[in-house]
DNA sequence: TATAAAATGTTGCAAATGCAACATTACACT
DNA sequence: AGTGTAATGTTGCATTTGCAACATTTTATA
């Protein structure tokens, strides 16, 4: 994972987070760090583990994304807007928060070597982002269960290099990832295991095709 | 639609291309752009129009993107990588062609202003292509075309604060974009305009719900 | 304007999937 | 270790959807 302050000395941190105002907050755990409300604030995780989660209307809460220590994360980023998700604490956080218009808007900073660095990160970021969007809209667009398994097969295995896969999720919250329901695609997994495409044990899928 | 070179005077432009070593090619219509191989490249469309044209294993060919002028494009941004996309020219065109790499890797260049604010209106766009994308995961993630159809209405509706909406493309093209069958789409529309949620006249589609 | 090609509308049917309900297993917490 | 809770596995059934085939309309092009 790409980070927000590489190439970027402790000291230059320093001063950039003086020039750029952010703060640092602290969060209990189960507590709510980030409600739909604020919006253009970027969060990095420092310390801790939280998660993104939704709560659709009927009460159903999903766990969109895990954050752990490094994570940057922000309405601009997890698709937040418009959409019941909070963000909760499940380990006492330390969080650093930025504006995101200020980092934009301001021009005045442009000659600092380590902001412009910083900016660079952030756009690394941003497109790595944009990658796995782009993976997870690949996915979602095939037809049928088996297609959207094996799709996410091929594109771990290329990402990995490698024919076994450890779902870095719950099997639940896969069938959420894929927007499949979970029994349907137990039902496909025991298929493609029948017919000799994959071998599972717990989280770990082996590709036995080619 | 945000610009690459927004803020930045044609002086100011003609040195960062030089600074970034750009070049402008020029397609005659009906030629091909980018095929899948070039990586790591950015394109902005000065003159002209081409489309970004997916064809599957059954030689079906399918629009993915549009790409009038000052659109930004490459690989890392429509996710061609690995899949069979090619960039189309429509009518002659006049393309600005930026490798990534040399954006962030290079150092040197961190004190021309211009080029930190070049820096910022990528990024800008990339955040802009996130929001995009979310907005597409959150409609293929809906299990039904029913709620697929709504939730693409919903959030043309936020975006542009009017209930009346002008489908940007085809139904054929708006099926693909919703990852369902054209035709069980266009029984699905009718399903509502029977049930009085919404009116059509060809591409106008004005919601009566709310 | 004529004609071909593409887009859209419509329908029957088979297959895939969501849903619900329940059994079984794994996991976390005391 | 024991107990409650969450995750996973399994299956029948109803519904939705994809698919195919064709009719109709619109659009592009000579």
Do not use: W
């Not at 970027?42 to 895990?66: P, S, V």
């Not at 005045?108 to 982002?129: A, G, M, P, R």
């Amino acid at each position: 994972m790409r980070k927000l302050f590489s190439r970027i000395s402790s000291l230059e941190q320093k001063k950039l987070m003086k020039l750029l105002e952010t703060s640092i907050l602290y969060y209990k755990k189960d507590s709510t760090i980030f409600s739909t409300l604020q919006t253009n604030m970027i969060g990095i995780m420092l310390e801790g583990h939280a998660q993104i989660i939704r709560t659709d209307y009927n009460g159903n809460k999903t766990i969109i994304e895990e954050l752990k220590e490094e994570a940057v994360f922000g309405s601009f980023i997890s698709g937040l807007t418009s959409n019941e998700c909070d963000v909760i604490a499940k380990e006492d956080c330390k969080i650093l928060v930025i504006d995101y218009d200020r980092i934009i808007e301001d021009e005045k900073n442009n000659h600092f070597s380590y902001y412009v660095q910083f900016i660079k990160n952030l756009l690394e970021i941003t497109t790595d982002i944009i990658d796995d969007k782009n993976n997870r809209i690949e996915i979602l667009t095939k037809k049928s269960i088996r297609d959207k398994l094996l799709e996410y097969f091929n594109i771990y295995s290329r990402k990995h290099g490698t024919h076994i896969i450890y779902l870095p999720f719950s099997y639940t919250d896969f069938s959420y990832y894929l927007a499949v329901d979970r029994s349907a695609m137990s039902r496909e997994l025991k298929n493609l295991r029948d017919e000799g495409f994959i071998e599972t044990k717990g989280k770990r899928i082996t590709l036995l095709y080619r």
